[in-house]
């Protein structure tokens, strides 16, 4: 097994994803990174997005019709996502559910990897500027 070095544009890559605080896409990082670092490729971005999630530092949230989102929170979670902005956001307050796993394998006999939920919903933010419209 090889481990990855440790370079300055992963650091940035992880930075990025970091100060986002939203679960950012690729693209997201690539325009954090770009203020700073006008120079830097999205062929850079992209495979130090793909390093950090092969090397267990980044998670990939999937987003049905929409672009992959990055989790920098490894511990088991639920996601909420905005159809108004588009923001993904952390639901801890529902406790991860490490049963559900095994019920499902149980009543369907499939294998299951665990378990990714995202609610889908409109942001107390979005509704905010709803109403005042």
């Known amino acids: ?3 990855k070095r440790n370079t300055i544009q992963r650091q940035m890559v992880m930075d990025a ?10 693209e ?8 700073d670092y006008p120079d830097i490729s999205k062929g850079t971005v992209y495979r130090n997005l793909n390093a950090l999630l092969e090397s267990g530092f980044l998670a990939r949230v999937s987003v049905p019709g929409g672009a992959d989102h ?8 639920y996601h909420m996502l905005c ?5 993904l956001h952390n639901f801890q307050e529902l406790p991860y559910d490490h049963t559900l796993d095994a019920k499902v394998e149980k009543l ?3 294998k299951l990897q665990p378990h990714k ?11 905010k500027k709803a109403k005042k419209s």
């Open 1 to 3: 097994m090889t481990t």
């Open 17 to 26: 994803v970091r100060r986002h605080g939203c679960h950012p896409t690729a």
């Open 28 to 35: 997201n990082v690539y325009d954090l990174i770009t203020k």
């Open 70 to 77: 990055f989790d920098h929170i490894l511990s088991r979670h």
């Open 83 to 87: 159809t108004e902005c588009g923001d």
């Open 108 to 110: 369907t006999g499939f």
């Open 117 to 127: 939920i995202v609610f889908v919903g409109i942001c107390p933010e979005c509704l």
